[in-house]
């Protein structure tokens, strides 16, 4: 317990050393405060009378929007957007933590300590973690209490958003570990997790792809790449759903099953676990 | 008696990943040092002392053999329980202040965060670090950080440590304040296990020292058993004169006056007894015997050039 809090204190002192810390309240502070102040609605029976983005009055039209199903379109359509921001920015943050961990002169402090390579592996990732999730709670916190400010609604499921996206981190974040384990650097950490971000996005449409590829044993490594790799477009998709809930559009609601979960926690375990029987044979 | 850090047949053959090339870094390691003895590493550049401590840490795996560090194989993490550890050109994360920096590393070898309290105010005064405690690691000289890094193997009050070139960027005031440290921590019942390039360090703090070439021990043993050179002795007496001294080159012994003494080779320790005995027979009276020795530097660089291999005094296995 001691060497993982000492290395969750690291970890934040670091970021804060880095203005990684600093950066990434900062922006999230400042896309929070746009939201407060731009927007201004005014309800009258739990129907918007009147809205204004940025002091402009915004026409209504005839149609009355109910105002629960505005924070439900919101927040949903919202998360969505904090899901793919999110992740890079965890990426970003944390792809570092390994490659400098395993510096020439940096490692032997760490390894000449009574902890096994796998817990300081381990203890990293869960400060790497933390850190994500310290922002993501800042983040989404803020925006939906003031949503509850702004509105009067209370919509505890955009929390439940927050909890997809990160487990969406951990996986991406045990694939930069390994990286970083593999490549001692972090550039190459944060490419590789960007890249394989986009690629499996790509591989979300396999089915299309498969069709349209003349190859048999093409069509048949497309579809194995998409197993393997983390489902990151359903994922994002499972966010939306389980922030919008029963108002999730049907056919969005229909495509997310256990499936995408099952296999990115495969990919981020399978990552983590071959991450750490690495760094467990490395000779420093 | 109880050995603290104990290696048998430790080897490491470093292999490229095609397994093209190959490099013997340690061949064949045999070691024990003792409780409270200050033990040094001596070697050129590649003779396989830095691989040694990596292997006691289990920072580098061994190809073959075995080493225990308080009965403890060094594969398992407990082994390191009890060790405090100063790398060679270790790099403390810049943004960390001193105490910061050894509140982590405490904390990590175990110690309670209310023990650190007080330990770290009480060990950056003793390595003269005491103003400097909240200032970044970043602004420390290399000196300090040196200093720094031995208070970070010496957080957790270890056994044992194991020290790569300790005064490594030191003044010649803070090599002496080092050095007196490490010899109180001996007397306390540390262990310590060192290497050094400066010899005359090593001359002035290890009891025992071991000199590896190429990854082989060449010789080991105490440093006056060394540093003496075999059957050569400086006398000082009187009624030395000509007659007496060919008397002694009549018996077979190595003569040669100077300045007041003179410096006798003689066979063995009976050939010597035999030489006292003409003195006094010749109504000289000895007023001192004593046997001349060379500098760990002489014997070092011999040692080196020459590869004189499995030259062993007093290997206490």
């Known amino acids: 317990m001691k060497v993982l809090c000492a290395n969750i204190e690291e970890v934040f002192r670091e970021a804060a050393a880095r203005w990684t810390l600093i950066a990434y309240f900062t922006l999230s502070t400042f896309f929070i405060l746009i939201f407060a102040f731009a927007i201004n609605l005014d309800i009258i029976d739990g129907v918007i009378a009147g809205a204004k983005i940025f002091g402009q009055a915004v026409q209504m039209g005839r149609q009355q929007v109910e105002i629960d199903s505005l924070v439900l379109g919101f927040e949903s359509g919202f998360s969505g957007v904090l899901y793919v921001v999110g992740i890079f920015l965890a990426i970003f943050a944390t792809s570092h933590l ?14 000449s300590r009574p902890v096994s390579r796998i817990g300081l592996l381990l203890s990293r990732f869960i400060g790497g973690l933390t850190l994500a999730s310290a922002n993501l709670v800042y983040l989404i916190g803020s925006i939906w209490l003031i949503v509850i400010w702004k509105t009067k609604v209370v919509h505890p499921r955009f929390l439940l958003g927050g909890a997809v996206i990160l487990f969406m981190i951990a996986a991406m974040m045990a694939f930069a570990f390994l990286i970083g384990v593999v490549t001692s650097s972090t550039n190459v950490s944060v490419m590789s997790s960007y890249a394989i971000f986009f690629f499996s996005s790509i591989l979300a449409a396999h089915d299309r792809i498969e069709a349209a590829v003349a190859s048999e044993w093409t069509a ?65 | 008696m ?30 024990a040092v003792e409780r409270g003895e200050i033990f040094g590493l001596l070697g050129p550049n590649g003779a396989g002392k830095t691989t040694t401590v990596k292997l006691l840490l289990g920072l580098t795996h061994p190809t073959a053999g075995s080493a225990e560090l308080m009965g403890i194989p060094v594969n398992n993490p407990e082994s390191r329980r009890q060790v405090g550890y100063l790398p060679e050109g270790h790099r403390f994360p810049g943004y960390l202040t001193a105490r910061q920096t050894l509140s982590i590393f405490g904390r990590m070898s175990g110690v309670r965060s209310a023990t650190l309290k007080a330990r770290i105010p009480e060990l950056l005064e003793k390595l003269r670090l005491t103003e400097w405690i909240d200032v970044r690691v970043k602004k420390f000289s290399k000196g300090m950080i040196q200093r720094l890094g031995l208070a970070a193997a010496l957080i957790h009050d270890p056994q044992v440590l194991l020290l790569d070139e300790p005064t490594d960027g030191v003044d010649p005031v803070g090599r002496r304040e080092i050095r007196d440290l490490l010899l109180d921590e001996a007397h306390k019942g540390k262990t310590i296990l060192m290497n050094s390039h400066l010899l005359s360090e090593i001359e002035l703090t290890c009891s025992r020292v071991a000199v590896l070439r190429k990854g082989k021990t060449v010789a080991i043993g105490r440093i006056e058993d ?28 190595g003569v040669n006056c100077q300045n007041g003494h003179i410096l006798l080779s003689t066979r063995d320790v009976a050939h010597l007894n035999t030489l006292i005995d ?27 050039q020459t590869g004189e291999a499995g030259k062993k005094i007093g290997v206490k296995q």
């Open chain 1, 98 to 111: 390994v490659p400098r961990l395993q510096e020439k002169g940096t490692v032997d402090l760490y390894l």
């Open chain 1, 220 to 284: 048949r490594t497309i579809q194995l790449l998409y197993w393997i790799f983390p489902k990151t477009a359903e994922l994002g998709q499972a966010v939306v759903v389980a922030v919008a809930g029963n108002e999730a559009p049907g056919r969005l609601a229909e495509s997310i099953g256990i499936a995408p979960f099952a296999t990115t926690a495969a990919f981020g375990l399978a990552c983590l676990a071959l991450a750490s029987w690495l760094f467990q044979r490395k000779d420093f």
């Open chain 2, 2 to 31: 109880e050995h603290i850090i104990f290696t048998t047949g430790l080897c490491k053959n470093f292999r490229s990943l095609t397994g093209r090339k190959n490099v013997l870094a340690l061949d064949g390691l045999n070691l």
């Open chain 2, 226 to 253: 060394l540093t003496r050179t075999e059957s050569q002795y400086k006398m000082v007496a009187s009624q030395i004169d000509d007659r007496l001294l060919d008397v002694f080159r009549e018996s077979g012994a």
């Open chain 2, 278 to 304: 003409l003195l006094r027979a010749h109504g000289g009276l000895l007023s001192e015997l004593t046997p001349v020795r060379s500098s760990l530097e002489d014997v070092f660089v011999d040692l080196i």
